[in-house]
């Protein structure tokens, strides 16, 4: 029974608790999408400052909050157990590779590494001198500061074609692992995910480029 019990824990329980973390993240970034498209009003970033004030005094977006920052922090965590866990299990490589197993589902460490150094980078631009720090200007005078650098710009729209790899695998993988896969719909689903990796990316990727264009 004890092993039954330590099989779940640490090799279903961790699966579990990333897809559950994955699809809450995935959830949250089309919210997050749709508040950055107010940067494209062309308002003087009016719409943006209510909508961003909003997110700091509304308690249950507090909450939401705390929330993505935990799911955050442990999507993380679990991921590099269970890569570690992975290595362990194998004792020798094998000659001959899955060739079955796309680049992405082989690789989803690496894009996630660089969407981590993504995440410490993106919180140090914005969150830090916004919410920790305190700055006399705005969240709408970070961004567009943030984004007339071609550098950042730069580092950010890669981040995101990490970020849709990524995604790629991690929308079907998280739903078979929640039970939520079945084969009636797989191609609908496949499909479902794929665009969600392509246009949710694609979306922060082009508002950072318009930015730039427009400030350069």
Same mark, same amino acid.
């Given at each position: ?5 330590? =099989?779940? &824990?640490?090799? +279903?329980?961790?699966? /579990?608790?990333?897809?559950?973390? #994955? ?15 107010? /940067?494209? !009003?062309?308002? @003087? @970033? ?7 004030? &909003? ?23 679990? #991921? ?8 362990? !299990? ?13 680049? %992405? ?5 690496? $894009? ?12 140090? $631009?914005?969150? =830090?001198?916004?919410?920790?720090? #305190?700055?006399?200007? %705005?969240?709408? *005078? ?22 849709? /790899? ?6 079907? &993988?998280?739903?078979? %692992?929640? #039970? ?5 719909? *797989? ?6 995910? %794929?665009?969600?990796? +392509? ?18």
């Amino acid at each position: 029974m004890n092993t039954i019990a330590r =099989v779940f &824990s640490y090799s +279903v329980g961790r699966k /579990l608790i990333m897809a559950a973390t #994955g699809l809450f993240l995935i959830i949250f970034l089309v919210e997050h999408l749709i508040g950055n498209f107010l /940067l494209l !009003k062309g308002d @003087g @970033g009016a719409a943006f400052i209510e909508y961003s004030a &909003s997110m700091v005094h509304n308690l249950l977006i507090r909450i939401v909050e705390i929330l993505l920052f935990a799911a955050i922090v442990v999507h993380v965590i679990d #991921g590099f157990a269970l890569f570690l866990s992975g290595r362990q !299990k194998r004792s020798q490589r094998y000659a001959v590779r899955n060739k079955s197993a796309s680049w %992405t589902s082989r690789n989803m460490i690496v $894009t996630g590494t660089v969407i981590l150094i993504f995440l410490v980078v993106h919180f140090y $631009t914005f969150f =830090v001198p916004y919410r920790v720090i #305190g700055t006399d200007a %705005t969240i709408y *005078d970070l961004v567009i500061e943030a984004f007339s650098n071609p550098y950042y710009t730069a580092f950010y729209v890669l981040a995101f074609l990490f970020l849709g /790899l990524h995604l790629k695998h991690a929308f079907i &993988s998280s739903l078979q %692992t929640l #039970g939520l896969r079945h084969l009636k719909y *797989d191609r609908l689903l496949q499909i479902i995910g %794929t665009l969600y990796a +392509v246009f949710v990316p694609a979306g922060y990727a082009l508002i950072a480029i318009y930015i730039y264009l427009k400030t350069a």
